[in-house]
């Protein structure tokens, strides 16, 4: 009866040995490292962060990407989801072709987007064969923040709506279909079931999808330095510029911290605003 007891605990062992080693001791590692200068407890790294040229625009440009993305992300996915759902012929190839960005790398899809949004790409190729501009036009300078912007979100859209959409997809198709039917059969409308019988019972699947891609999101690296380089600064590359460009591994740990206690804060939030009823989570 003992071993049979100690065997959940023997089996996640390994995975439990893995996080201390690799995750849990470089965390605490880099939570004393960016709390200490010269040997001694010091805050020094935080100020000299906040005094960097690039944290306000760095603050910004990441929270932007993150409010505006996710929930279109969540709602894109949503979308997809529910489409599929009614779909009979063709679904197979149909959740092929929107779960291709799943295998293309975070650099490799900024690569791509680069490619279309710079000044001799694709796109001002195609305008300029319409007949709508006259010349190539720079969308991803300093000039042009917005559009700059806009182009970030467009690239994050098409990258990572996959993630968010598979996570849905694999939650809807575990809903038992009698509660719609059931719904149905008294009356509802297409609408009411989705919003009343649905979406509450699709809870966990989207507070594991908002969880997961809100710390993606404020993680953001390859795709804002591939499109935007030192003109949009995120907190992570600028992380990775003090940490290579300025060697200052303190400050570069700071914004690490920062990073991570957003993050946690944020699926803090999730946790309790899409609280999982008792019944749903067994």
């Not at 092929?96 to 001002?124: E, K, R």
């Not at 060697?247 to 740990?253: I, L």
Request: aromatic residues 10%.
């Amino acid at each position: 009866m003992r071993r049979a007891g100690a065997l959940p605990y023997l089996l996640i062992l390994p995975s439990v040995l893995f996080l201390g080693v690799l995750f849990v001791v470089p965390l605490v590692q880099t939570a004393l490292l960016a709390f200490q200068e010269g040997g001694t407890w010091s805050l020094g790294n935080w100020h000299r962060m906040a005094d960097d040229l690039n944290f306000q625009d760095a603050v910004v440009n990441t929270f932007s990407v993150v409010l505006i993305v996710v929930p279109l992300q969540c709602t894109l996915a949503l979308g997809m989801t529910m489409m599929l759902r009614h779909v009979q012929r063709g679904r197979d190839i149909i959740l092929w072709v929107w779960s291709i960005p799943l295998g293309i790398s975070d650099l490799a899809a900024g690569l791509v987007w680069l490619a279309i949004l710079t000044d001799q790409g694709w796109l001002n190729t195609l305008l300029f064969k319409l007949g709508l501009i006259s010349g190539p036009q720079a969308w991803l300078t300093y000039e042009t923040p917005m559009v700059l912007l806009a182009g970030i979100i467009v690239a994050e859209l098409w990258r990572a709506t996959a993630i968010v959409f598979v996570i849905l997809l694999a939650g809807v198709q575990l809903l038992p279909k009698e509660y719609e039917e059931a719904a149905e059969v008294f009356g509802a409308s297409p609408w009411q079931r989705f919003w009343r019988v649905t979406l509450p019972l699709l809870r966990p699947s989207l507070q594991t999808a908002l969880i997961l891609r809100t710390v993606l999101a404020f993680e953001m690296f390859a795709m804002a330095l591939a499109l935007g380089g030192r003109n949009f600064p995120v907190l992570v590359s600028e992380a990775f510029n003090w940490q290579y460009g300025n060697q200052d591994y303190g400050v570069a740990a700071s914004y690490a911290v920062l990073v991570m206690a957003i993050s946690i804060a944020a699926t803090l939030i999730y946790l309790v605003a899409l609280r999982v009823p008792a019944e749903q989570r067994a």
